[in-house]
Each structure stands twice: as structure tokens, then as C-alpha cells.
């Protein structure tokens, strides 16, 4: 069965990851793993016995609240009979105690978390979410704010063809477990040589054996690489969309870092998954 790790702060930017994630748990069979971190002060004139006794509250305290926030949010939803846990994880700062819980917990399979604040996806690196990306050896879901609850039926893969064959392998997993659609994009440069589309679209549904649809536009060279993305997911309005990055040197990097980017808000209201690419032997 698939773990999904989902962390929140118990704020309201929290929610839109949380949702995200029961909706993915109605569609498929998955273990969700709720989680807080909890960084618990020491007053400098407290003993070992007197610290130990405040955390424990703590701990206690804030699992009560974890609770009553994921049941009060898979009541809004009408979801009943959720398989998932609520743990309390202490560390002092949240994206490193996250990233080393997964790695001590090899049946974690991916993160899915909503972004904070009003930057949101437009300013993802330098978050929590974006430093969970940009550090996690397993996939990471960033969740809108803006996103509202809807059933995943379309899954878009947005690539530079690089390495397509062996990442659209987990990518048709991912669309057939979903029981969604599945569209490759890929932005095309002036005067480059591509396939022909609808060679091209046949060629992969028969090696992959999945439906695909292929959508090869051209760049807009006057636009910033996120805004030419961000009008095609606009045009094409996929349920789920899915890159993948190396941590900082693929197109992820140019979407996210460029300070271009930086000027447009890439503000689709389409959750975001991001595989970490393999790295070259």
C-alpha cells in the first residue's frame, strides 16, 4: 500500500495539501501520515525532569489538535473510513525533521503539502514546500492555495525529452492508478527538430501501452518559460500536473528560479508533483 506523507503547521495554508490528500486517498488505496513537527523550547532553569514533563504535554496537546484538525477536515469532505495516522514529529526546523522522517521511513512514498502564504507556487523556492523539493529523494505534491477538492481525471506531463522514456514509465503508472488521461507537453524552441505529433502520440501509446495525447506548441520567446507553461496548463486544465527536477539544473530550475519568473505569478489552481530525477551512474 502507498504511504503519503502529509505535513501540516495546523494553519489554514496547511488545508489545501490536506484536502489534496484524502482526495488522492478516495481514488486509490493509500495510508495517509499526518504530521506536525514540534519544536519544544527549554527554559534555561528547568531540569531534566521539568523539560521532560513539558513535552510531554506538548506532544499530548498538540496530537489532540492534529486530530481534531484532519477529522474536522475529512468531515467537510464527506470522506468516511480514511485509513490514515496522526503523528507528532520534534524537531526544530520543519523541512529537515521532514526530509529525515522519510529517509528513516523507506514505506513513506511521497509528500503532499499545500504552499504558504500568499507567494504561493510563484515564490516556491525559498518555502518549506520548495525546500522539501529541492531536498527529497521522493516525490513532493505542492498543493495551491487556491486549490479546490476535485477528482484527479487528468494527469499533464510537462517535459524537455530528455529522459522522457524513463520518466514517463512512472508517469503512466501514476495516470493508471488515477484511472486518468494523460498529456506529455513539451515547449517547443523555434527551428528545432521534433516528431511528428501524431506519430509521435501513437508511437509512445503503443511502447507504454496507456492512451497519450501529445501537445508540442511553440514558445512565446517573449514570454518567461512559467508563463508559456502556465498558459498551456490554463488551455488544457489538467487535474494534476507533474515535472521532474534534479534539485536545481533542469526546467524546473528555469521555471521557478528565473527572475523573470520571479515577475509572473504562476498561479494555476492545479496541484504540482515533482519527481526527483535519478541521478546519472
Given at each position: 500500500?502507498?504511504h503519503?506523507?502529509v505535513?501540516?503547521?495546523?494553519?489554514?495554508d496547511?488545508?489545501?495539501?490536506m484536502?489534496?490528500?484524502?482526495?488522492?486517498?478516495?481514488?486509490?488505496?493509500?495510508?495517509?501520515?499526518?504530521?506536525?513537527?514540534?519544536?519544544?523550547?527549554?527554559?534555561?532553569?528547568?531540569?531534566?525532569?521539568?523539560?521532560?514533563?513539558?513535552a510531554?504535554?506538548?506532544?499530548?496537546?498538540?496530537?489532540?489538535?492534529?486530530?481534531?484538525?484532519?477529522?474536522?477536515?475529512?468531515?467537510?469532505m464527506?470522506?468516511?473510513?480514511?485509513?490514515?495516522?496522526?503523528?507528532?514529529?520534534?524537531?526544530?526546523?520543519?523541512?529537515?525533521?521532514?526530509?529525515?522522517?522519510?529517509?528513516?521511513?523507506?514505506?513513506?512514498?511521497?509528500?503532499?503539502?499545500?504552499?504558504?502564504g500568499?507567494?504561493?507556487?510563484?515564490?516556491?523556492f525559498?518555502?518549506?514546500?520548495?525546500?522539501?523539493?529541492s531536498?527529497?529523494?521522493?516525490?513532493?505534491?505542492?498543493?495551491?492555495k487556491?486549490?479546490?477538492?476535485?477528482?484527479?481525471?487528468?494527469?499533464?506531463?510537462?517535459?524537455?525529452?530528455?529522459?522522457?522514456?524513463?520518466e514517463?514509465k512512472?508517469?503512466?503508472?501514476?495516470?493508471?492508478?488515477?484511472?486518468?488521461s494523460?498529456?506529455?507537453?513539451?515547449?517547443l524552441?523555434?527551428?528545432?527538430?521534433?516528431?511528428?505529433?501524431?506519430?509521435?502520440?501513437?508511437?509512445?501509446?503503443?511502447?507504454?501501452?496507456?492512451p497519450?495525447r501529445v501537445?508540442?506548441?511553440?514558445?512565446?520567446?517573449?514570454?518567461?518559460?512559467?508563463?508559456?507553461?502556465?498558459?498551456?496548463?490554463?488551455?488544457?486544465?489538467?487535474?494534476?500536473?507533474?515535472?521532474?527536477?534534479?534539485?536545481?539544473h533542469t526546467?524546473?530550475?528555469?521555471i521557478?528560479?528565473?527572475?523573470?519568473?520571479?515577475?509572473?505569478?504562476?498561479?494555476t489552481?492545479?496541484?504540482?508533483?515533482?519527481?526527483?530525477?535519478?541521478?546519472?551512474?
Amino acid at each position: 500500500m502507498q504511504h503519503i506523507l502529509v505535513p501540516t503547521d495546523l494553519s489554514r495554508d496547511a488545508r489545501p495539501g490536506m484536502r489534496f490528500a484524502i482526495q488522492w486517498s478516495t481514488q486509490q488505496k493509500v495510508k495517509l501520515v499526518f504530521a506536525h513537527v514540534l519544536y519544544v523550547p527549554r527554559l534555561t532553569r528547568w531540569n531534566d525532569t521539568q523539560y521532560n514533563k513539558f513535552a510531554a504535554s506538548e506532544r499530548v496537546r498538540y496530537k489532540h489538535k492534529l486530530e481534531k484538525a484532519v477529522t474536522d477536515i475529512y468531515a467537510r469532505m464527506a470522506v468516511k473510513g480514511g485509513h490514515y495516522e496522526c503523528r507528532v514529529i520534534e524537531g526544530a526546523i520543519t523541512e529537515p525533521t521532514l526530509l529525515d522522517y522519510c529517509r528513516h521511513h523507506p514505506e513513506i512514498d511521497l509528500v503532499c503539502m499545500g504552499t504558504h502564504g500568499a507567494a504561493g507556487i510563484k515564490k516556491l523556492f525559498g518555502t518549506r514546500a520548495g525546500n522539501m523539493v529541492s531536498g527529497s529523494g521522493i516525490p513532493v505534491v505542492v498543493v495551491p492555495k487556491s486549490y479546490r477538492v476535485r477528482p484527479v481525471t487528468s494527469v499533464l506531463y510537462a517535459t524537455d525529452l530528455l529522459h522522457y522514456e524513463e520518466e514517463l514509465k512512472q508517469v503512466t503508472d501514476l495516470a493508471a492508478k488515477f484511472k486518468s488521461s494523460l498529456d506529455i507537453l513539451h515547449l517547443l524552441v523555434a527551428d528545432t527538430q521534433v516528431p511528428h505529433r501524431n506519430i509521435f502520440q501513437k508511437v509512445l501509446a503503443k511502447e507504454f501501452h496507456y492512451p497519450i495525447r501529445v501537445h508540442l506548441p511553440e514558445r512565446d520567446e517573449t514570454r518567461s518559460i512559467a508563463a508559456n507553461l502556465r498558459r498551456q496548463i490554463q488551455a488544457l486544465k489538467p487535474s494534476l500536473a507533474v515535472l521532474f527536477t534534479d534539485q536545481g539544473h533542469t526546467i524546473f530550475e528555469k521555471i521557478f528560479l528565473s527572475s523573470t519568473a520571479e515577475k509572473v505569478a504562476f498561479s494555476t489552481p492545479v496541484p504540482l508533483m515533482v519527481y526527483p530525477k535519478k541521478k546519472e551512474p
